[in-house]
């Protein structure tokens, strides 16, 4: 299903939760809305539900108006970050009660209703109530349930907030090999941008009510076009001025710059090219498991990168080379990618 | 456009909020208007005259000192009770822990018929008092135990809550800065408490100024002496007096809202406090 | 709400606190002795008092005063009264509290308070108001008498004023129930497309249940024992409008004490009822949160389950 947005305004109180918005999904399958706490994706979501109506805006599934049509009959499932199982329900109750409402046979109730606790995982569980679950088992249960009436579009509320780390990624890959096998369009809200790397086909950024980006994970992160992506994404480390930086000087002066660790290498003389690389100090070695990050002070910028494992370590106060492969150039509104054009010409030799 | 409700997806607010308005218009808020009707049928003047009647202003002086009394007496003895309650084990407690609602259920007619009889001269406690000239029953005395058992629940159902909720870490952090139990009572447990305390004052306060129950029957109701507003109310009503007694019922209600705003207050500064730690 | 809190988690299976954190021995033993000593005397001897003095002539003595023919038509009345009353606050009381916990509205806390309000008047004032309304020198008094309606003095108004007394009992146990569930099972259940009466027969009513228990039974208790209220509206008419509560002040006043106090037995007995039945229900609630918070911690292990 194709959904639309076209400039949607809600304010709450005196808040402003949404000013304009306007998005497009595509024929994109997998959606995340990603921003910070407090930004307007919740907001944005449950108005796509119905939950809440927007002061301003239209709604448009597969090209049809909705704005009017109630949440009972905008054919979608609802995970809420808080799972809100019927507490008195046991688990199968629970995944039947939509079929319940649609007045299906009860042949056909139990059919579904297995099919969907084999497809979660959840054989066996069918007779325990919500609060003899666990948090993974409580959301697998509240995706079975969501999907039971077979809606045409998913909504997912931060749908891992509430579960512990290791358990998260392990939910994160499952949910989107069973999103590509139900072949449902799903948007999902999140403010973990490793989760929305991971999980989206395409990503939308939200942020004090208004659409920063959208694109796909690594456009987002390869190419941000505003100085809130490029510092939201990754680690970001911020330059005053790019016009004392080596194969950036040709840009002038007074430039802003987001540099990620990603971009950067950081070696001892000799194992990088000297006319392209600046020279600094080591400030600090954090040995992280799967790298060494390591912050090095090169003139009166702080900049970050990450070494292997089994590199050299090096330690505060050595003196090392760093090289800048590419950074994120920024004003007020904007943001551009640029190469490091030393390397460039040196690579086109 | 500034909405009086936010459109909400859940169905039903007309219906409810439609039946609610109409209940409580008829139930509560038209009767409840006939009493300052009635009252301004009469002129300022006889509206004064019958109020500050020495005999009202004797039973107002009457309710309004026995309610004081009671009220005091079950914040001090009402807090301990609620203290033991929820911080000591001792057999029996679960019972206790259930009586304390008993003057809640306990219809006041039976309340006020026992009482009268354990105080009266020849009672179980009035012959203990007798001998030594104390007359309890028929003296404002006998109204102040009345009203303490009516107000007992209102002090200790208030405070329990805030004492179940005190975490124990705020007193551990005291306990290993060397202070002793009665400093870390006086400075860090009372003042948590007393939030409640003047709440579970004012409510037992303001329902023992409107008792009239278990008051009756143990007053005596000897005008001048032991004649509480209720009764007086009611006497005037016996001889038809409606606008002396409506007078002196609007003077009641006016206390009693006074009350309930001080009472709200109270508790919405307690939960506002509460909420945004 | 203004005031009572009726119900709370249940404190009574909690282990002695550890030395650091309590008073001494001695100053424990004073603290629980004095406060055994003041229920004692306060709560307990009223109760014991009621049936020593209903027993005191004996059981036969006893049973006659209760099947008396005046006693039986107060018991009648009484029981029909809250058979009338208590239903209609519950619906109202339910209403009330959908209105308030589910959506959001200006004047909310002002209805709020309004709903408080018959909690805070003087049970003769209750009385009082109806009287001035349907007395036969109140408002409606000549429209009534025309018509040859009875009000005041006759069922319907003993009926008004228990309404009123009683008011506000199963609202101020629901309205604070709902609001701290929260919206989401209700919206969760619409957006599989439930409409408005499934949503509330059964999602919120199993949630509430307990909540609207409490308050029906606090609310009868309080319907059959008004007597303030009554005693202004009822004119004392024996063997027709007397209530109990009425019938034991007429037996009083006419020195019949056994006979009273017998009548104040049943009273006493349906008070501890409603406490042993609210107990009940109190520690049901607590058992079950206590089942949910143990159940909540279940390790989560990838491959096994999770």
Redesign the interface.
């Given at each position: 299903m194709r959904i639309q947005a076209r400039n949607i305004k809600k304010r709450f109180g005196h808040f402003q939760a949404l000013d304009g918005v306007s998005f497009d999904s595509g024929d994109n399958r997998l959606i995340g809305l990603l921003g910070p706490s407090g930004g307007g994706k919740t907001t944005l979501l449950r108005i796509l539900?119905?939950?809440e109506?927007p002061d301003e805006g239209d709604i448009l599934f597969d090209g049809r108006r909705v704005n009017d049509v109630?949440?009972?009959?905008?054919e979608?499932?609802?995970v809420?970050q808080?799972y809100?199982?019927?507490?008195?329900m046991s688990v199968f109750d629970n995944i039947a009660?939509?079929l319940t409402?649609?007045k299906r046979s009860k042949a056909e109730i139990r059919e579904r209703v297995e099919y969907l606790l084999d497809l979660t995982?959840l054989k066996g569980l069918e007779k325990r109530?919500p609060?003899?679950?666990?948090?993974?088992?409580k959301q697998?249960v509240a995706f079975a349930?969501?999907l039971?009436?077979e809606p045409k579009l998913l909504l997912l509320d931060e749908p891992f907030a509430a579960i512990?780390a290791?358990?998260r990624k392990?939910?994160r890959k499952w949910l989107k090999a069973m999103i590509n096998e139900v072949g449902i369009t799903t948007i999902f809200v999140t403010h973990d941008q490793e989760e929305a790397v991971e999980v989206a086909d395409e990503i939308i950024i939200v942020s004090q009510g208004h659409i920063e980006q959208q694109g796909t994970p690594i456009d987002i992160y390869l190419r941000p076009r505003t100085p809130f992506v490029a510092s939201f994404m990754g680690e970001t480390h911020f330059i005053a001025d790019i016009s004392g930086l080596k194969g950036f000087a040709q840009l002038g002066r007074g430039f802003k710059a987001a540099i990620r660790p990603e971009f950067v290498e950081i070696g001892k003389k000799g194992e990088l090219p000297v006319q392209v690389a600046e020279t600094g100090v080591v400030r600090q070695v954090v040995f992280r498991g799967k790298d060494w990050h390591v912050e090095v002070q090169v003139g009166e910028n702080l900049i970050a990168g990450y070494r292997p494992v089994d590199a050299d370590p090096l330690k505060p106060g050595e003196e090392v080379l760093v090289l800048i492969r590419k950074l994120h150039v920024i004003d007020e509104n904007r943001c551009a990618t640029v190469d490091n054009l030393g390397l460039v010409a040196m690579n086109a030799v | 456009m500034k909405q009086f409700k936010q459109r909400s997806i859940l169905p039903g607010f007309g219906l409810t909020m439609g039946f609610t308005l109409l209940y409580l218009g008829l139930i509560v808020l038209i009767p409840l208007s006939t009493v300052i009707l009635k009252a301004a049928g009469s002129t300022w003047q006889e509206f004064l005259a019958t109020v500050t009647a020495a005999r009202v202003i004797a039973s107002f002086r009457v309710s309004l000192l026995t309610s004081l009394a009671a009220a005091l007496i079950n914040v001090v003895f009402g807090f301990i009770v609620a203290w033991v309650l929820v911080r000591y084990t001792f057999p029996g407690k679960r019972l206790i822990d259930g009586l304390i609602d008993l003057p809640f259920a306990l219809p006041t007619a039976v309340a006020g018929i026992a009482l009268t009889s354990i105080y009266s001269q020849n009672g179980w406690i009035g012959r203990l008092f007798d001998p030594l000239g104390v007359k309890i029953a028929f003296t404002p005395l006998g109204i102040v135990i009345a009203l303490v058992f009516i107000g007992l629940p209102f002090v200790v159902r208030t405070v329990q809550p805030v004492l179940q909720e005190l975490q124990s870490d705020v007193e551990e952090a005291a306990v290993l800065m060397g202070a002793k139990r009665r400093l870390i009572f006086r400075k860090v447990l009372f003042p948590e408490l007393l939030p409640a305390l003047i709440t579970g004052f004012a409510l037992a306060f303001s329902r023992a100024i409107g008792e009239y129950g278990s008051v009756v029957f143990i007053s005596g109701n000897m005008p001048m002496r032991t004649e509480i507003v209720p009764l007086l109310i009611m006497t005037k009503l016996e001889q038809f007096d409606y606008v002396g007694a409506t007078a002196i019922a609007l003077v009641m209600l006016l206390i009693s809202f006074l009350l309930l705003l001080v009472i709200n207050l109270l508790q919405w500064r307690t939960h506002r406090r509460l909420t945004a730690e | 709400m203004a005031g009572y809190v009726t119900h709370l988690p249940s404190s009574a299976d909690a282990a002695e606190r550890p030395a650091h954190l309590n008073e001494s021995s001695a100053v424990r033993r004073l603290l629980i002795g004095i406060a055994l000593l003041f229920v004692g005397l306060v709560l307990v001897l009223p109760l014991l008092t009621v049936i020593v003095e209903a027993l005191e002539r004996g059981f036969k003595v006893y049973l006659a005063s209760i099947t008396e023919k005046d006693a039986r038509s107060a018991i009648r009345l009484t029981l029909l009264v809250a058979a009338i009353s208590v239903p209609l606050n519950t619906i109202f009381g339910i209403c009330a509290a959908w209105a308030i916990a589910k959506f959001n509205f200006r004047g909310k806390n002002l209805l709020i308070t309004l709903i408080d309000l018959p909690f805070s008047v003087s049970p003769v004032i209750a009385g009082l108001i109806f009287v001035l309304l349907f007395g036969a020198q109140g408002w409606l008094g000549p429209w009534l008498q025309a018509h040859d309606i009875k009000i005041v003095f006759a069922l319907p108004g003993i009926v008004l004023a228990t309404l009123f007394v009683t008011f506000p009992f199963v609202a101020r146990e629901l309205i604070p129930v709902m609001q701290a569930q929260g919206n989401e099972e209700e919206e969760a259940a619409a957006t599989m497309g439930a409409g408005g009466w499934r949503i509330f027969w059964k999602i919120t009513v199993p949630n509430v249940k307990w909540g609207i228990l409490y308050g029906v039974i606090l609310c009868n208790a309080r319907a059959m024992g008004e007597f303030g209220a009554v005693s202004v509206v009822s004119g004392h008419i024996r063997g027709q409008t007397n209530t109990m509560p009425l019938h034991v002040e007429i037996l009083y006043n006419e020195y019949q004490f056994t006979a009273a106090f017998a009548v104040a037995s049943l009273l006493a007995l349906l008070a501890l009822i409603t406490l042993a039945v609210k107990s009940f229900m109190e520690w049901k609630q607590w058992s079950a949160a206590a089942a949910a918070e143990q159940g909540g911690v279940h390790l989560a292990h990838p491959g096994t389950e999770h």
């Open positions: 539900a119905g939950l109506t109630p949440p009972q009959k905008r979608i499932g609802f809420f808080s809100a199982l019927f507490r008195h009660f939509g409402v649609q995982g109530l609060h003899q679950l666990s948090g993974g088992q697998r349930r969501a039971a009436p512990d290791k358990v392990e939910l | - | -």
